[in-house]
């Protein structure tokens, strides 16, 4: 471990004095920064906030002898954090230490003996990390495994592959459709790009048709093409990838989105291997590629609703690869740091315990957050070495940058579907399709209606009431004053 790097050490007891005198200590030995907390709530605020090392936890943190904040405490760092969890007791707490030892206490330390223990329990924890960093050190600096496209030694990793081969090279005439499931930025259309590269017929074409960001009728007209007059601006004929794939691969991102009409479409071409293009005069041609459908969403659950066809389904789901997000095989992160930023215009150089904190975060935007986090990086950082203070700086924790990448993910998607819709006005009439959809899911209740969109009840009325008018801008943030 960089020696320049303090730990960072949490010391959690409800006696201030007791608080006070066990940060001097700390702050005597040096290379150790203390954040006190006296209760469970303001331990659980710093834990948020910063990345604690080790959490040296008095059992009693209230007057009354019921009280189980300490155990509450340990439980959820062991649960939720990489935080090491010691207890600080008195003599007479046999029972509450034993307690806390089977909840995942790493060790103990008696309050009479503070001084003598703390600072061997801090050296011991200062090696471990040393040689868990030397582990990841030696990991990320070997050569990343990059087969087929995919970064990571990871055991879920190896069999995604493991089951991607099978998939790809399944010895039969037919090309089976291939379902991929997993979280977005999980890695789904590399998938479906490495069962095209490994499958029989590589050097045919790979279309990516992203189901939900074009109109139905773009759509429609991208796979089927047209022939001369099917429409006005149809001047000439034109392919659509069921033609132009050939024997290639055929990338439906975002499946659950299609149109039921277009789901009924495809699920003639799959059944009968046949379509036509649009246009009165098209002949009926034979599709020969392979579908590989991606989704987020479960789809089981759009059946049910009646979003999604039920035969449709079956037939994709013939063939399943589940895509894991990134909390799933956390120890490949290293290795995908170094594997992203070896891409980009200017030298990085990660230290051990920068990649030990991107290795412990949520990354709810699974590997494409990592890759958007390391870009950002490489734009913002000027030292050519990330330490962990780079990472604070310009990756903060709870930023919407690091949290949001899964909602932004979704929402763009939305709204560029959105934004091809053959509507005049876009803005306003999306602003209308949402606040209609909020009022009619909180049947009328325009307060209710507030909150799902939280504004206030006033803005919600202000709204309606410019619509019956016939006025068709929103209230301005002055008029959302919160309902008194
Ligand atoms: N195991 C991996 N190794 C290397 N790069 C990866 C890996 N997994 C994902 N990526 C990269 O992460 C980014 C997002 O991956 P991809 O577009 O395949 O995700 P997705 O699941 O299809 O996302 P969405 O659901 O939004 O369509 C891409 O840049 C991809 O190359």
Redesign the pocket.
Known sequence: MNEQQPLRVLLVDDERIALKSFANLLESLGNAVPYRASSLEEARQILEEVLIDIAFIDLQLSQDIRNRDGLTLIQELRERYQTVPIVVSGHSQVHEVREAMKLGAEDYVLKTELEQRVSIILNALRRKLELKEELLDLRARGPADTTL????TSVS?QNLRALIQRVATANSQELFPVLIH?P???????VAQAIHKLGPHPSDPFFDVNCGALAETLIEDQLFGHVRGAFTDAHTDKEGYFTLVRRGTLFL??VAELSLSLQAKLLRVLETRRFRPVGPTAREQLFQGRIVA?T?VDLKERVREKRFREDLFHRLNVLRIL?PPLSDHRE?IPA?VQ?FAARQHRPMQFTQRAIEQLSRRPWPGN??EL?NAITRLAILAESESIDVDTLELYLPLESEFSLGGALS?ELGQMVRKLLALPVKDRLDAITKAIVLAAVEQARGNNTEAGKVLGRSRKFVERYLKKLAKGGKDSPSEEEDEEDS
């Open positions: 496209g995919l970064v990571g990793i997993g977005t930025g999980s890695g789904k259309e590399l991102d975002e991606a987020h895509v490949d995908l594997h590997v494409r890759r993910d």
